[in-house]
């Protein structure tokens, strides 16, 4: 099952991918679709892996098998040169901002235009006021990356992501953990980077609320394949269990809440235990 | 169980080696942004002069004044000179240097980079098509591979003097004796040029260990600190592991 | 991103003082001095027994040093130890009978190469040989001396 049943273009298409860190397997066996020019969330329980998606769309990590294509390129199998140049096409938001401790923000922002180009400096810095400008700290070019609150760092890290306006836009996780203010910022943002420059996005994110909000389409992942694909509309109205689990976030269901464990009688009642020993 | 650990140091040596090579080949980036270059010469060589000139100060010190106590049994206190030069260029220099260095500026280094991978700069310069070994490591490697040697030789330079203003200001070692059979005894080829020797294989050694292990840390506190402390550690038993194969080699 | 003045100047001060070391160290600390790009001439001696003498040792005339010694090999021809020494340039007027002694500098020093000149006129050049040598006291032999004078001493 995936998501291939949409009609518009497909910006990256995933195929039977397989990868597996250590012992534990991750992916086995997932396909799916994103489409051009709009917002695909990709969704999940902890530890499924949407972080480990996201870097193999960058290319970062190689799949054990199958292929991942970004507008029609196979990452894994490109050259080191190709690689970091289809990485210019795309840009990626951290969970932690990771903004670059020692720089000011404004160098921050100028840090891909100066690694890349060699533009004059008014260029450089027109080009990174008016990115500052959209996510609203114009003013706070001059500040250090310590004197900036999470939220902030997020949206300065926006900023950067977008100064050579790629073509993909990656998001891990940019809504944990922030103010309802920042949040409700962040959320427009990606929406209006989407409609006004047609940016193709990828979401991964546990907030089934803000992401429904916003994504076209949305992927649910779990223990290694995909699970659900849809419309956020079509998931609500799913009757799949493991669906509405997921989606109204009921403690118990097919996701089990109990970690696997003997009976409770025998853990209490059963062998008496002595000090300093261990429940197996 | 022998053959795992074997085979693990074996594969983490091979690492290194190619993080090394790669750090090697970013050395043409460093040439043309001289500025990164200048940076980190600020940040690994000077902000350890402090510690080099101290430490040198009090050991050429306290050189002189045992050598004293030890040589004015046998009358032959006008060789102080001799034995402090030759004791800090020989081995004490480079080494103490070394093991300094790798206490101030390596373990710097390595929390620096270690806490970069944590906080995930290094991906997100990856992701934004910067190579973060060209950009980040190789700076600061040639920046260690530069710093040490000049901080053994002002080691050395400090080291002979202070042990001189103890020796001839202080203990009454005549000056002139002092001087001369020190210039005479200690050969700039053999003995100056070989301490050069090692402190840049030190340098190289002790940089090369202190940013491996920032790069391949755990990216948690507790990977992060483990790695610092590793980082001290090995290069401490490198350099005075290579101290004795260069000693040998050298002065043989 | 630009490295600030106050860095630049600190890091230049840094280099520029441990070139000072060096200096200091080459020319106050070492025997650098001794280094000049003299080529000098070379000359050759053969001695029954070189003892300790090593190749970087000095060749003094009346303790002042002249030269160095270069090269130490045996000469299978003669049977003896060749010493190859360097004398300095502005050292023109060794007679051709100088005699060349080896002794140790101290009683536990390193040995090396004494020079008595002669009485002829003719110069020592580049390549001239030492005829009269002496060579290195030997510990053993100088025992073996004194114990057999004594016991003849005895009788």
């Known amino acids: ?280 | 169980m022998i053959g795992a650990f074997a085979i693990n140091t074996v594969a983490s040596f091979g690492r290194a080696s190619i993080f090394l090579f790669q750090i090697i080949l970013g050395f043409k980036d460093v040439i043309l942004r001289s500025s990164l270059l200048i940076k980190e010469l600020y940040s690994v060589g000077v902000l350890s002069l402090l510690i080099i000139v101290f430490s040198a100060t009090f050991v050429g010190m306290v050189l002189s004044l045992l050598g004293y106590v030890t040589l004015v049994d046998f009358g032959a206190e006008s060789s102080l000179g001799v034995l402090v030069a030759l004791s800090l260029i020989r081995e004490l220099g480079p080494v103490l240097s070394a093991l300094l260095f790798s206490g101030r500026a390596g373990s710097a280094l390595t929390a620096e980079i270690g806490l970069m991978k944590a906080t995930e700069q290094l991906a997100s310069m990856e992701m934004m098509a910067v190579d973060p070994i060209r950009r980040i490591i190789s700076p600061r490697f040639f920046a260690g591979l530069i710093s040490l040697p000049l901080l053994t030789l002002l080691f050395m330079g400090i080291g002979i003097y202070s042990g001189y203003m103890v020796g001839s200001v202080w203990l009454g070692v005549d000056e002139g004796s002092f001087w001369s059979q020190m210039q005479s005894k200690v050969d700039f080829r053999g003995d100056v040029v070989n301490g050069l020797i090692k402190s840049v294989v030190f340098g190289f050694v002790v940089t090369w260990i202190a940013l491996y292990q920032g790069y391949n840390a755990y990216p948690t506190s507790e990977g992060v600190s483990r790695a610092t402390t590793n980082s001290v550690v090995y290069s401490a038993l490198a350099v005075l592991g290579l101290d004795f194969l260069l000693t040998a080699l050298m002065f043989m | 991103m630009g490295s600030s003045r106050k860095t630049e100047i600190t890091v230049g001060a840094f280099v520029l003082m441990a070139l000072l070391a060096f200096v200091y160290l080459a020319l106050n600390v070492s025997n650098l001095t001794g280094f000049s790009s003299d080529k000098g001439y070379q000359v050759s001696a053969s001695f029954d027994n070189i003892g300790g003498l090593s190749k970087r040792a000095k060749v003094t005339l009346s303790g002042v040093a002249v030269g160095r010694v270069i090269d130490i090999s045996y000469d299978k021809e003669t049977f003896r130890a060749k010493v190859t020494m360097r004398i300095n340039s502005d050292v023109n007027y060794l007679p051709t009978d100088t005699q060349a002694s080896i002794y140790t500098s101290g009683l536990l020093g390193e040995q090396y190469i004494s020079l008595e000149p002669g009485a002829e006129d003719d110069v020592l050049k580049d390549s001239s040989q030492l005829d009269i040598t002496q060579s290195a006291l030997v510990l053993e032999e100088l025992i073996g001396k004194f114990m057999s004078s004594f016991m003849s001493k005895k009788e």
């Open chain 1, 1 to 280: 099952m995936g998501c291939d049943n949409i009609l518009s273009d497909t910006f990256i298409k995933i195929r039977d991918l397989h990868f597996s860190r250590g012992d534990r397997e991750i992916f086995s066996g997932v396909s799916l679709d994103i489409p051009t020019g709009k917002i695909t969330a990709i969704m999940g329980p902890s530890g499924t892996g949407k972080t480990t998606l996201l870097r193999m769309l960058g290319g970062q990590l190689q799949p054990s098998q199958g292929t991942v294509e970004v507008e029609g390129l196979d990452i894994a199998s490109l050259n080191r040169k190709d690689l970091y140049k289809a990485r210019r096409r795309m840009g990626m938001l951290f969970q932690s901002g990771a903004l670059l401790t020692d720089l000011s923000v404004f160098e921050n922002i100028a840090f891909p235009i100066r690694e890349h180009y060699n533009f004059r400096e008014s260029m450089v810095r027109d080009l990174v006021l008016l990115k500052l400008e959209l996510v609203g700290l114009r003013g706070a070019h001059a500040l250090m990356p310590a004197e900036l609150s999470g939220g902030m760092q997020r949206r300065v890290s926006l900023a950067r992501a977008i100064i050579l306006d790629p073509v993909l836009m990656m998001y891990d996780e940019p809504f944990t953990g922030l103010d309802p203010v920042t949040l409700g910022t962040i959320v427009t943002l990606i929406k209006e980077l989407n409609q006004s420059l047609g940016i193709t996005s990828v979401l991964v994110s546990h907030d089934i609320h803000e992401t429904f909000s916003i994504a076209d389409y949305v992927c649910i992942l779990s223990e290694g394949k995909v699970m659900a694909a849809g419309a956020p509309q079509e998931l609500m109205e799913s009757k799949s269990e493991f669906v509405q689990q997921f989606v109204q976030g009921k403690p118990d269901g097919p996701m089990p809440f109990h970690f696997p464990a003997g009976s409770l009688s025998n853990d209490l009642l059963g062998s008496k235990l002595e000090k300093g020993q261990h429940l197996s």
